[in-house]
């Protein structure tokens, strides 16, 4: 567990408390805090679905709806058509504007009180912590709806699929580049071919079981039999950031080790900045040149790392 984790629920609690989460009461405005929620984002955001209300505060449908309807009831909000004539669209009303206004003056005194007390460096530390933490509770909500499993034979089309989508997003499409290996059709067949000396995993939705990513690792052509090479790492967009590419690093890397590997080496690209980040920070190191032949002669990156 990491040392942060105590801390972190300890000050969430306070949190919790300081802000009057915990009291069975109406916010001083007279609302409840999803009421509250539903009207700033409604400010900020403009007309907004109940659907996209519900995903904006993590209340599922049925509880947005009841929020929505006592707004309507204090004549806060009204609903408008949509661009579909059954779907209907909530908009903040002139009283509502009146009434986040208020709201908005009362909290943000609430907070400078607070924030009062602290230094500039001490408030610019806050700003950053919370939005960091928030940013981490989110990335983690979203990535349990995704799973790592092995790749199976019926996952050929949609793997393929993932290779020839993301690579041309880097320009690297054409010969010289990953995208052309004939592996990439069928890459079950390709990494089973090879036994325990190469696996390949994917990513998939839990909620269609799709595939939304892959990587794997391989004997590297042309190199000696202790070192392999790192192949075939795409994630589509949406799972950037979630932690998702660290989890399949490390799988790749640990089944690397176990099939008597002791050195993993990896091509990209320069303008994969994320990429080369996420290899640093699992302590790859770059090299000047090219190993083994891959035939890869469009890649102009290259990274390894000793295997333990």
Same mark, same amino acid.
């Given at each position: 567990?990491?040392?942060?984790?105590?801390?972190?629920?300890?000050?969430? /609690? $306070?949190?919790?408390?300081?802000? +009057?989460?915990?009291?069975?009461?109406? &916010?001083?405005?007279?609302?409840?805090?999803?009421?509250?929620?539903?009207?700033?984002?409604?400010? &900020?955001?403009?007309?907004?679905?109940?659907?996209?209300?519900?995903?904006?505060?993590?209340?599922?449908? @049925? /509880?947005?709806?009841?929020?929505?309807? $006592?707004?309507?009831?204090?004549?806060?909000?009204?609903?408008?058509?949509?661009?579909?004539? #059954?779907?209907?669209?909530?908009?903040? +009303?002139? %009283?509502?504007?009146?009434?986040?206004?208020?709201?908005?003056? =009362?909290?943000?005194?609430?907070?400078?009180? !607070?924030?009062?007390?602290?230094?500039? =460096? $001490?408030?610019?530390?806050?700003?950053? +912590?919370?939005?960091?933490?928030?940013?981490?509770? @989110? #990335? @983690?909500?979203?990535?349990? $709806?995704?799973?790592?499993?092995?790749?199976?034979?019926? =996952?050929?089309?949609?793997?393929?699929?993932?290779?020839?989508?993301?690579?041309?997003?880097? +320009?690297?499409?054409?010969?010289?580049?990953?995208?052309?290996?004939?592996?990439? =059709?069928?890459?079950?067949?390709?990494?089973?071919?090879?036994? #325990?000396? !190469? !696996?390949?995993?994917?990513?998939?939705?839990?909620?269609?079981? @799709?595939?939304?990513?892959?990587?794997?690792?391989?004997?590297?052509?042309?190199?000696?039999?202790? %070192?392999? &090479?790192? /192949?075939?790492?795409?994630?589509?967009?949406?799972? #950037?950031?979630?932690?998702?590419?660290? &989890?399949?690093?490390?799988?790749?890397?640990?089944?690397?080790?176990?099939?008597?590997?002791?050195?993993?080496?990896?091509? %990209?690209? %320069?303008?994969?900045?994320?990429?080369?980040?996420?290899?640093?920070?699992?302590?790859?190191?770059?090299?000047?040149?090219?190993?083994?032949?891959?035939?890869?002669?469009?890649?102009?990156?290259?990274?390894? /790392?000793?295997?333990?």
């Amino acid at each position: 567990m990491f040392t942060e984790v105590l801390p972190i629920r300890r000050a969430s /609690r $306070e949190l919790v408390r300081e802000l +009057g989460f915990l009291v069975n009461q109406p &916010e001083p405005s007279g609302l409840t805090h999803p009421q509250c929620h539903v009207l700033i984002e409604l400010g &900020e955001r403009g007309p907004l679905s109940q659907n996209d209300l519900a995903s904006l505060l993590r209340l599922d449908k @049925s /509880r947005i709806s009841r929020v929505v309807a $006592e707004l309507l009831a204090l004549k806060l909000v009204r609903k408008d058509k949509g661009s579909d004539a #059954r779907s209907r669209i909530v908009t903040l +009303g002139a %009283t509502g504007r009146t009434q986040l206004a208020c709201l908005h003056a =009362d909290s943000n005194a609430r907070v400078e009180m !607070a924030l009062a007390v602290l230094s500039p =460096d $001490e408030r610019s530390a806050a700003v950053r +912590g919370m939005g960091l933490y928030a940013r981490a509770l @989110s #990335r @983690s909500r979203r990535r349990v $709806e995704y799973a790592i499993r092995a790749v199976k034979k019926q =996952d050929a089309a949609a793997v393929a699929a993932l290779i020839r989508t993301v690579m041309p997003e880097f +320009g690297a499409s054409g010969p010289g580049y990953a995208i052309m290996d004939p592996e990439v =059709d069928d890459m079950h067949a390709f990494y089973n071919a090879h036994g #325990r000396r !190469a !696996a390949y995993w994917v990513i998939v939705r839990n909620e269609d079981g @799709s595939v939304q990513g892959g990587g794997g690792f391989a004997p590297l052509t042309g190199g000696d039999k202790k %070192t392999c &090479e790192l /192949r075939k790492m795409y994630l589509y967009p949406e799972l #950037r950031g979630l932690g998702l590419g660290s &989890e399949l690093l490390a799988m790749c890397m640990k089944g690397a080790t176990n099939a008597g590997f002791r050195t993993m080496y990896l091509e %990209t690209l %320069t303008n994969m900045s994320d990429a080369q980040a996420l290899y640093q920070r699992n302590g790859f190191t770059r090299i000047s040149g090219a190993k083994g032949n891959t035939g890869h002669s469009g890649c102009d990156t290259f990274y390894e /790392r000793k295997l333990v």
